[in-house]
């Protein structure tokens, strides 16, 4: 059973410039979150997709973009690119059912990490 | 506003036991949970705690005090294995998930 995987693994932009990153949310998890990861430091909640429609947002401005499709899966835009926003991106899925009633365990992927240069 | 405290970094022995505490502040509180991971790797879910207690799963316990919104996450019988960041992380009342700044912990032989 495949879990959450994430694409690209690794990639380099250029101040200004535009990126997309990409989540497979785990078999049978229907809500996709997005966290920011910067060296040292613990995930920081971007935003969360559930039935393609953006439910929660973090602290984070309008550069930041989602989009959940159909079958579930997930990308993240970045726009305008600044050097503080490299760092590793994580997508998470969980089962919405089982957050509301109990644990919200998250399913992590292991990351694009991009870096803004 | 919300945060959550806990040590940046912590050091012990193999076959050890060593506890990392949490503290946190949010906005309602629906549970306190614990990510472990290794550098490089994705956070991986350890336990929750909803209710006032200590929850064990193998080496690993957790307790949570709402009263004292402060949790701690132990691990016993330390292996090499287990040097890692762990993370305390607080649902909050709009159900996202909240994350501390992570504890690195540095199992030495």
């Known amino acids: 059973d495949a879990g959450v995987t994430q694409s690209p693994t690794h990639l380099i932009k250029t101040r200004g410039q535009q990126v997309t990153l990409r989540c497979s949310p785990k078999?049978?998890?229907?809500?996709v979150s997005w966290y920011q990861q910067a060296l040292g430091q613990g995930p920081q909640f971007i935003f969360q997709y559930y039935e393609e429609e953006e439910r929660q947002r973090g602290n984070f401005p309008d550069r930041f973009s989602g989009h959940q499709f159909p079958n579930y899966s997930s990308e993240l835009n970045v726009n305008a690119l600044l050097l503080g926003d490299s760092a590793l991106y994580l997508c998470?899925?969980?089962?919405?059912?089982?957050?509301?009633?109990?644990?919200?365990?998250?399913?992590f992927g292991a990351g694009s990490r991009l870096t803004v240069l | 506003g919300q945060s959550l405290e806990q040590p940046s970094e912590v050091t012990a022995v193999e076959g050890a036991i060593v506890q990392i505490n949490c503290t946190y502040q949010t906005s309602g509180f629906y549970g306190l949970s614990w990510y472990q991971q290794h550098d490089g790797g994705a956070p991986t879910f350890l336990s929750y705690n909803a209710l006032d207690g200590l929850e064990e799963t193998g080496r690993f316990s957790s307790f949570l005090s709402r009263s004292d919104s402060y949790g701690y996450l132990l691990l016993q019988e330390l292996q090499m294995k287990d040097s890692a960041s762990y993370f305390c992380a607080v649902r909050d009342s709009s159900y996202k998930l909240i994350f501390g700044s992570g504890t690195r912990l540095l199992v030495r032989p």
């Open positions: 078999s049978g998890h229907d809500t």
């Open positions: 998470a899925s969980s089962l919405l059912g089982q957050s509301l009633s109990g644990a919200n365990v998250l399913t």
